[in-house]
T-cell receptor
Framework: EAQVTQNPRYLITVTGKKLTVTCSQNMNHEYMSWYRQDPGLGLRQIYYSMNVEVTDKGDVPEGYKVSRKEKRNFPLILESPSPNQTSLYFC????????????FGSGTRLTVV | AQSVTQLGSHVSVSEGALVLLRCNYSSSVPPYLFWYVQYPNQGLQLLLK????ATLVKGINGFEAEFKKSETSFHLTKPSAHMSDAAEYFC??????????????WGLGTSLAVNP
């Protein structure tokens, strides 16, 4: 089954404790992206990657890191999480860019206390 | 800059009634337009998209949308609502950056409630 798999689904952590949210797709998509979803603010892009070893900032990249060492994986790293990073996070992939239609993961609900 | 406006953050309909979710966009170039649906505790799923060609686009679950360039609109409709249609719906328009990025600009979403 074609899918984007994110882990974990739920995560509660403390301020400053480094964490990684994993994302993997099995569709051989070139393009991958991370979004956060917050009430009243909709979906905001954090980072995206157009190919292996090519990443770029989205609209809200501060406090996040990403890497794209393999085509299928695109982990999101929070080096020092803060409470304002409490949010619902989605990984998405697309054959080329966002204009080709995304496949989304099921989401990771992160709470930073 | 491109923008997307979804009119009505909450829409409530009766089961069997027409569903109409409104989306207006601003774009200086021909847009790609999308509707996504998000069911509770799930990720977003592509309902339908318009790129070129026929302006009436049919999607999954009986939904369709019509691209009206003169009105800069891409409203989503379904003739008869079902209880399972209760979800959050997002309209998005692509922005043509360099290469194939075509970044998506998202509306804030419309929550659809279906009453028995």
């Amino acid at each position: 089954e074609a899918q984007v798999t994110q882990n974990p689904r739920y995560l509660i952590t403390v301020t400053g404790k480094k964490l990684t949210v994993t994302c993997s797709q099995n569709m051989n998509h070139e393009y991958m992206s991370w979004y956060r979803q917050d009430p009243g603010l909709g979906l905001r892009q954090i980072y995206y990657s157009m190919n292996v070893e090519v990443t770029d900032k989205g609209d809200v990249p501060e406090g996040y890191k990403v890497s794209r060492k393999e085509k299928r994986n695109f982990p999101l790293i929070l080096e020092s999480p803060s409470p304002n990073q409490t949010s619902l996070y989605f990984c998405a992939s697309s054959l080329l860019g966002g204009g080709h239609g995304y496949t989304f993961g099921s989401g990771t609900r992160l709470t930073v206390v | 800059a491109q923008s997307v406006t979804q009119l009505g953050s909450h829409v409530s309909v009766s089961e069997g009634a027409l569903v109409l979710l409104r989306c207006n966009y601003s774009s200086s170039v021909p847009p790609y337009l999308f509707w996504y649906v998000q069911y509770p505790n799930q990720g977003l799923q592509l309902l339908l998209k318009y790129t070129t060609g026929a302006t009436l686009v049919k999607g999954i679950n009986g939904f369709e949308a019509e691209f009206k360039k003169s009105e800069t609109s891409f409203h989503l409709t379904k003739p008869s609502a079902h209880m399972s249609d209760a979800a959050e719906y997002f309209c998005a328009v692509s922005e043509d950056n360099a290469g194939n990025n075509r970044k998506l600009i998202w509306g804030l979403g419309t929550s659809l409630a279906v009453n028995p």
